[in-house]
């Protein structure tokens, strides 16, 4: 059975969860159960089971249990919502006021907490998770490699929710392991988040022409396999070798996300141990290996550009900030850390299984995600890493080096590979095949 979509859909995304009240600014006339609600600042807040819509003299305007507000023109009409919050638990987390286009819809999801959706067509939504991930300085066939990433995994995404995948999995604590990820069903209430869980989708504030054309001259083309539309994952640098879907996620082989090398010729899979630690520590010849400070800037946003040294990296971690860290992140005392063992890896080198040893208790920590979470006040770069103990006396080292290679789980499109691969003249299609093997392109509306 085929689901290829014949037609544009409207996606609704998540800008703010379970929020006690919202503040917004309204541009333009909209609509709201049949009455017009003109330009200016309102406020909603959660009255029992129902919303209280308030204008900026704080007079109640409106009751119910949603509010719909429809935009009534298409052209300089839309709504902003003051100190959204973005890259969440990241190192780059950060408050943005910012600019929708389309519908505003609230609604209370759990008792006096109010959630915000934004309804919109996908590929206007696209102009804006373009401009939002990425700079416009990029070229344009790298741009329209991306909206095809982009607009394949929210298909995918959207066709998925109607088959109700695997919510993630966590083992019992007390059996000796901590294995965890995050499925593809994790938002209740609507189809995406507008974060970095999903997708960057920071507002129309943000859209700009480079990203509109890549969108428009792309309008509709998906990558397909099998009749299906593809779940095209991608993340910010490889480190050299892109890394199996069943790394990050579900024990699963999908054909198009098996690891490749991230070059003109390949390499073997760095999966054991000795490979992976030759690997990590060497500056193999890749893609997205860019030396050219410039051509950095011109590829990542502003903000991405804070992180420096991302396809190779080094952090130092004292024994003391250490033993905090993973008594916090996993509310389990291991006391001193004594060593942190690799024990699994996958082909890009990235761990996805490691043994914590303290001096109260050892455990299994896994995949790559957590295993990132819990060694890092916010998240490591990525968990293709080795370690090595720093100082030691006796049985315990006074603190840790983690040297590793890439920033992301490293699974499906290396983002700065492919900006990579069209600085040098690649064309959008030639990027996908490199990325998704045995995936074709086809225009679906
Ligand atoms: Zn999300
Ligand atoms: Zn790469």
């Given at each position: 059975m085929t689901s290829l979509p014949q037609k544009e859909p409207i996606i609704s995304v998540g800008l703010l969860e379970d929020a006690p009240s919202i503040s917004f600014d309204l541009a333009g006339e909209f609509k709201l159960d049949g009455a017009g609600v003109g330009e200016g600042a309102y406020r909603a807040y959660a009255d029992g089971k129902q919303l209280c819509l308030v204008n900026q003299a704080d007079t109640p305007i409106h009751h119910s249990r949603t509010l719909h507000l429809v935009p009534l023109a298409q052209e300089n009409t839309f709504f902003s919502i003051r100190d959204v919050k973005i890259g969440k638990q990241f190192h780059w987390e950060r408050l943005c006021n910012q600019m929708f286009s389309g519908e505003l819809c609230l609604f209370t999801a759990s008792a006096k907490k109010i959630t915000a959706i934004n309804k919109i067509l996908l590929e206007s939504y696209l102009e804006s998770v373009i401009s939002s991930e990425m700079s416009p300085e990029n070229p344009v066939e790298f741009l329209k490699a991306h909206c095809i990433c982009s607009r394949s995994w929210l298909l995918h995404q959207l066709n998925e929710k109607s088959a109700e995948g695997p919510a993630g999995h966590r083992t019992d604590y007390r059996a000796g392991e901590i294995i965890s990820w995050t499925g593809r069903e994790a938002h209740k209430n609507f189809d995406v988040c507008a974060d970095d869980h999903c997708q960057r989708y920071q507002g129309i504030g943000r859209i700009n022409g480079a990203a509109k054309r890549a969108v428009q001259e792309t309008r509709g083309e998906v990558l397909t396999h099998n009749g299906q539309v593809c779940d095209t994952r991608y993340s910010k640098c490889c480190g050299g070798i892109t890394e199996n879907f069943s790394t990050a996620w579900e024990d699963e082989d999908i054909v198009y996300l098996t690891s490749i090398t991230d070059a003109g010729s390949s390499s073997a899979p760095v999966s054991r141990e000795e490979d992976a630690r030759r690997f990590i520590l060497s500056q193999p010849a890749a893609y997205c290996n860019i030396k050219d400070k410039n051509i950095i800037k011109r590829i990542l946003p502003d903000f991405d550009c804070e992180t420096r040294d991302f396809f190779r990296w080094t952090v130092d971690i004292s024994q003391q900030d250490i033993s905090a860290l993973v008594f916090s992140k996993t509310g389990v005392d291991f006391g001193a850390i004594k060593d942190i063992v690799p024990l699994a890896r996958g082909?890009?080198?990235?761990?996805f299984k490691i043994k914590l040893c303290g001096t109260k208790q050892e455990k299994i920590i896994g995949k790559e995600l957590e295993i990132r979470r819990i060694l890092s006040p916010t998240h490591l770069l990525s968990s293709a890493f080795v370690v090595e103990p720093r100082g030691v006396k006796g049985e315990l080292p006074d603190g840790f080096r983690i040297t590793g290679a890439g920033w992301g789980h490293g699974v499906g499109l290396c983002q700065i590979g492919a900006a990579g691969m069209a600085e040098h003249g690649t064309t959008y299609r030639e990027i996908l095949s490199h990325y998704f093997k045995g995936a074709q392109l086809t225009t679906l509306y």
């Open positions: 082909a890009s080198g990235r761990l």
